[in-house]
Nanobody, 129 residues
């Protein structure tokens, strides 16, 4: 049974940093696209960033404009874990953050949450202004 588990959320002041982790188990996700999504209270879930496997050790990263230059996605395939480094946090980054995995993604589909097969339970990030 494949499973994704997020961790690392918490309360942070605006301008601070947090690192989220998405640990995968049950299968190897090295060839899977991993996406981070978030959902703020009263809002729809939205795309944050996606890491798309391009073959070999190549991964393409696609960021939402709202986080570009502040958030960084990285992968440690040896640990079957994906990280989301969040810097210069803003109050509007407050949300539950979810990681998700899928195969066969590309730059056109990585933002589509309906294409992801596996989801974590989410971790809360709260940024105080």
């Amino acid at each position: 049974q494949a499973q994704l588990v997020e961790s690392g959320g918490g309360l942070m002041q605006a301008g601070g940093s947090l690192r989220l982790s998405c640990a995968a188990s049950g299968r190897t996700f090295s060839s899977y696209a991993i996406g981070w999504f978030r959902q703020a209270p009263g809002k729809e879930r939205e795309f944050v960033v996606g890491s798309v496997w391009g073959g070999g050790s190549i991964y393409y990263r696609h960021y939402a404009d709202s986080v570009k230059g502040r958030f960084i996605i990285s992968r440690d395939n040896g640990k079957n874990t994906v990280y989301l480094q969040m810097n210069s946090l803003k109050a509007e980054d407050t949300a539950v953050y979810y990681c998700a995995a899928a195969k066969g993604m590309n730059s056109a589909t990585v933002r589509d949450m309906n294409r992801y097969d596996y989801w974590g339970q989410g971790t809360q990030v709260t940024v105080s202004s």
